[in-house]
């Protein structure tokens, strides 16, 4: 299932990717005229992303891994738009995400993306189905094809007796798979998911997975996981070390897997 | 996107904060929603019997410090009238039982009523007027909103039952009577052809209901011209009290007869109706305040614990345009809720009132209650709402956005 890593400039775009870049975070706000008059130095900042290249392509499953704290997340969060970075480019089927609009971004992500969090993020007083739903209501889809297109993606993820529970309804595998649902109602091209397996016991943790694979036809997966067997459907898995990037295996044109690393070179990890 | 997207978006939006808030009330943020609810019901519920009180002073049903009157009037089906009950059974004996009930204690003055729709003429005008005959005594007042004070006391003419005591033929006019009848003190007047009547005064401040044309009389003097003297008829009594007690002794007065409470007779009138608008406008500024700053600290309260669902369709790629949706609808529903609620509870409110006030200090409710005031009071708390808009939309659009935690 690797996909192409072309170089080729006749092939499209990836789905997304990330050139050089850095995202740095400020703790706390920065001091106004009054409090620099007072001498209140900057806030500390944090670079949870650290000159950081990857690339997307359509059709294939991406693992991000890592201890924790070494930008698994703020990656998939620059990826799927939600962050823009301090440095660096990120770009969407080769638009550059920095220079969309908040607003441009909602829609982007709305169209374009999949997002599952390792807590699910379902919105606690509406069903399952309505969940599922409320992409699509954000898109002006009518109420009927709404309700039929999240059914059937419930059904697909095995909860079709289950559309209308609400998620305090349903085990914490219920309602990752009402999220995959979610995450693939509006058809995007990405999918990213945060620790997707993590809140999941083992049996649970495998199903999910199994829907992740079910989904990988014409859209890219990205997942970041500390757990070995989540990683395991991955065709390839980026490793992170304090928001670096310390091994990507991935094919060059030649369809030899190139191990970079944000600190070696490609001829320094062949020497 | 097209206006039908746009509408169709609109409409799932609202459809969804209909779901959403309906779900936060009854299962999953039960506690915080009944809270905002119960916060505007009791706002509103305020208003609402401060306004029944309002209305039912303007209304002037109200009967104030210990005044008390009450009607007896024959027992029937139909529906009566307190001015007009020619066609009504009466009663008999009414002097004697007028003796009577005076002694009972706690009785200030009472008085039988009777009353006809007569011709009454003065030189070539002729008009039908309602005629009323009484007993006066100290402390009437008026009756059916005309003075007595002018009338002789004690009916001279009665005599005892011989109906050949002094003839007064005293006779006090509506101001209404007295424009129909181009009539003033001292004219002389004929009633049904009996011409021994004079006009002893004009009652200009009389509050006869609309301009109906009243004269008021001596009882016997009436029931001599219309032949109810033979059984000493009338059609009611009134009589007014400071003791609500009575009611009971009354009541066993005639075996068939109903007791009513009238506050139109003798009642003094203590407020008028500019004081009942400036209760109910203060009420309904009060409801307004107090139930915009709870709605504004409730729903911002509830807003901000609901930033990681809010961050959570941003992140989804819900626009904050549609989360703003969200949220108005959530808080005009909300407080629509407390308005039918407080509303509905503000009537109840009024029926303890009353209850209350016609079992302690007066005999009729001293507040009206309307099923229009639930509309008023829903109404009210929509305005509440949208005044609570702005301040909701700021902060939703403030909280909103981010990665959920």
Same mark, same amino acid.
């Given at each position: 299932?690797?996909?192409?890593?072309?170089?080729?400039?006749?092939s499209?775009?990836?789905?997304?990717?990330?050139?050089?870049?850095?995202?740095?975070?400020?703790?706390?706000s920065?001091?106004?005229?009054?409090?620099?008059?007072?001498?209140?130095?900057?806030?500390?900042?944090?670079?949870?992303?650290? +000159?950081?290249?990857?690339?997307?392509?359509?059709?294939?499953?991406v693992g991000?891994?890592g201890?924790?704290?070494?930008?698994?997340?703020?990656?998939?969060?620059?990826?799927?738009?939600?962050?823009?970075p301090?440095?660096?480019t990120?770009?969407?089927?080769?638009? +550059?995400?920095a220079?969309?609009?908040n607003?441009?971004?909602?829609?982007?992500?709305?169209?374009?993306?999949g997002?599952?969090?390792?807590?699910?993020?379902?919105?606690?007083?509406?069903?399952?189905?309505?969940?599922?739903?409320?992409?699509?209501?954000?898109?002006?889809?009518?109420r009927?094809?709404?309700?039929?297109?999240?059914?059937?993606?419930l059904?697909?993820?095995g909860?079709? +007796?289950?559309?209308g529970?609400?998620?305090g309804?349903?085990?914490?595998?219920?309602q990752?798979?009402?999220?995959?649902?979610?995450?693939?109602?509006?058809?995007?091209?990405?999918?990213?998911?945060?620790?997707?397996?993590?809140?999941?016991d083992?049996?649970?943790?495998?199903?999910?997975?199994?829907?992740?694979?079910?989904?990988t036809?014409d859209r890219?997966?990205?997942?970041?996981?500390?757990?070995?067997?989540?990683?395991?459907?991955?065709?390839?898995?980026?490793?992170?070390?304090?928001?670096?990037?310390?091994?990507?295996?991935?094919?060059d044109?030649?369809g030899?897997?190139?191990h970079?690393?944000g600190?070696r070179?490609?001829?320094?990890?062949?020497? | 996107?097209?206006?039908?997207?746009?509408?169709?978006?609109?409409?799932g939006?609202?459809?969804?904060g209909?779901?959403? $808030?309906?779900?936060?009330?009854?299962?999953?943020?039960?506690?915080?929603?009944?809270?905002?609810?119960?916060?505007?019901?009791a706002?509103?519920?305020?208003?609402?019997?401060?306004?029944?009180?309002?209305?039912g002073?303007? %209304?002037?049903?109200?009967?104030?410090?210990?005044?008390?009157?009450?009607w007896?009037?024959?027992? =029937?089906?139909g529906?009566r009238?307190?001015?007009?009950? =020619?066609d009504?059974?009466?009663?008999g004996?009414?002097?004697?039982?007028?003796?009577?009930?005076?002694?009972?204690e706690?009785?200030?003055?009472t008085?039988?009523?009777l009353?006809?729709?007569?011709?009454?003429?003065?030189d070539?005008?002729?008009?039908?007027?309602?005629?009323v005959?009484?007993?006066?005594?100290?402390?009437l007042?008026s009756?059916?909103?005309?003075s007595?004070?002018a009338?002789?006391h004690?009916?001279p003419?009665y005599?005892?039952?011989?109906?050949?005591?002094?003839?007064?033929?005293?006779?006090?006019?509506?101001?209404g009577?007295?424009?129909l009848?181009?009539?003033?003190?001292?004219?002389?007047?004929?009633?049904?052809?009996?011409?021994?009547?004079?006009?002893?005064?004009v009652d200009e401040?009389?509050?006869?209901?609309?301009?109906?044309?009243?004269?008021?009389?001596?009882?016997?003097?009436?029931q001599?011209?219309?032949?109810?003297?033979?059984?000493?008829q009338?059609?009611?009594?009134?009589?007014?009290?400071?003791?609500p007690?009575?009611?009971?002794?009354?009541?066993?007065?005639?075996?068939?007869?109903?007791?009513?409470t009238?506050?139109?007779?003798t009642?003094t009138?203590v407020?008028?109706?500019?004081?009942?608008?400036?209760?109910?406008? $203060?009420?309904?500024?009060?409801?307004?305040?107090?139930?915009?700053?709870?709605?504004?600290?409730t729903?911002g309260?509830?807003?901000?614990?609901?930033?990681?669902?809010?961050? %959570?369709?941003?992140?989804?790629?819900i626009t904050?345009?549609?989360?703003?949706?969200? #949220?108005?609808?959530?808080?005009?529903?909300? #407080?629509a809720?407390?308005?039918?609620?407080?509303?509905?509870?503000?009537?109840?409110?009024?029926?303890?009132?009353n209850e209350i006030?016609t079992? %302690?200090?007066t005999?009729?409710?001293?507040?009206?209650?309307?099923?229009?005031?639930?509309?008023?009071? #829903?109404v009210?708390a929509?305005?509440?709402?949208?005044?609570?808009?702005?301040?909701?939309?700021?902060?939703?659009?403030?909280v %909103?956005?981010?990665?959920?935690?």
């Open positions: 299932m690797a996909g192409p890593a072309s170089a080729n400039r006749a499209p775009p990836p789905v997304a990717s990330a050139t050089d870049v850095t995202k740095v975070f400020i703790r706390g920065e001091p106004g005229r009054i409090g620099r008059l007072l001498g209140r130095s900057a806030p500390p900042t944090v670079t949870a992303v650290d +000159d950081v290249s990857i690339e997307i392509e359509t059709g294939e499953i991000l891994s201890p924790s704290g070494s930008g698994k997340s703020t990656l998939l969060h620059l990826l799927a738009g939600l962050e823009v301090t440095e660096g990120v770009r969407f089927q080769g638009r +550059d995400v220079s969309l609009s607003r441009q971004r909602t829609r982007l992500r709305l169209e374009h993306v997002i599952v969090f390792q807590h699910f993020h379902l919105l606690e007083s509406l069903s399952a189905r309505a969940n599922v739903a409320l992409p699509l209501v954000e898109l002006g889809v009518g009927r094809t709404r309700r039929q297109r999240a059914e059937t993606l059904e697909r993820v909860l079709g +007796d289950r559309t529970h609400r998620p309804e349903l085990s914490g595998g219920e990752q798979r009402v999220a995959i649902a979610r995450a693939l109602v509006t058809d995007p091209t990405l999918v990213v998911a945060d620790e997707p397996t993590g809140e999941l083992t049996d649970t943790g495998r199903r999910v997975l199994e829907e992740f694979e079910r989904a036809d890219a997966i990205v997942l970041a996981s500390h757990d070995e067997e989540t990683l395991a459907i991955s065709d390839r898995v980026v490793k992170l070390h304090d928001g670096r990037v310390v091994d990507d295996p991935r094919p044109e030649k030899v897997v190139d970079r690393s600190e070179t490609v001829a320094e990890f062949h020497e | 996107m097209s206006i039908r997207t746009r509408l169709t978006r609109i409409v939006f609202l459809s969804v209909v779901r959403r $808030t309906v779900a936060r009330a009854t299962a999953t943020d039960r506690q915080r929603v009944q809270f905002t609810v119960l916060g505007v019901a706002t509103i519920a305020l208003l609402v019997v401060v306004t029944g009180i309002g209305v002073l303007a %209304t002037g049903t109200t009967v104030y410090d210990d005044d008390v009157d009450y007896i009037v024959p027992e =029937t089906d529906e009238s307190l001015l007009v009950a =020619t009504q059974p009466q009663f004996s009414v002097h004697e039982t007028n003796d009577r009930i005076r002694s009972y706690g009785v200030d003055v008085s039988p009523v009353a006809e729709v007569l011709r009454i003429e003065r070539d005008r002729s008009e039908f007027v309602l005629v005959g009484v007993v006066n005594a100290p402390g007042e009756v059916a909103g005309v007595t004070d009338l002789s004690d009916d003419h005599a005892n039952g011989t109906y050949d005591g002094e003839w007064t033929g005293e006779v006090v006019l509506s101001s009577a007295a424009g009848l181009d009539a003033e003190r001292g004219d002389e007047i004929a009633i049904e052809g009996e011409e021994r009547f004079a006009v002893h005064d401040g009389s509050s006869a209901g609309g301009n109906v044309p009243v004269a008021v009389v001596q009882l016997s003097e009436l001599t011209l219309t032949g109810a003297s033979e059984h000493d009338a059609d009611q009594f009134v009589v007014g009290t400071t003791t007690a009575v009611r009971d002794d009354l009541e066993g007065v005639y075996p068939t007869s109903e007791v009513l009238r506050g139109e007779l009642a009138q407020a008028d109706s500019d004081l009942s608008l400036a209760l109910a406008l $203060t009420a309904l500024v009060v409801a307004i305040s107090i139930g915009t700053l709870f709605v504004l600290t729903t309260l509830e807003i901000v614990a609901d930033r990681n669902q809010l961050a %959570t369709m941003s992140t989804l790629g904050t345009r549609s989360q703003l949706t969200l #949220t108005g609808v959530q808080t005009v529903i909300v #407080t809720i407390g308005g039918l609620v407080g509303s509905v509870g503000g009537l109840g409110v009024i029926r303890v009132v006030a079992r %302690t200090v005999t009729e409710p001293i507040a009206v209650s309307h099923y229009l005031f639930v509309v008023y009071g #829903t009210v929509l305005a509440v709402g949208m005044l609570s808009l702005p301040y909701v939309m700021l902060l939703t659009r403030h %909103t956005g981010g990665v959920p935690e």
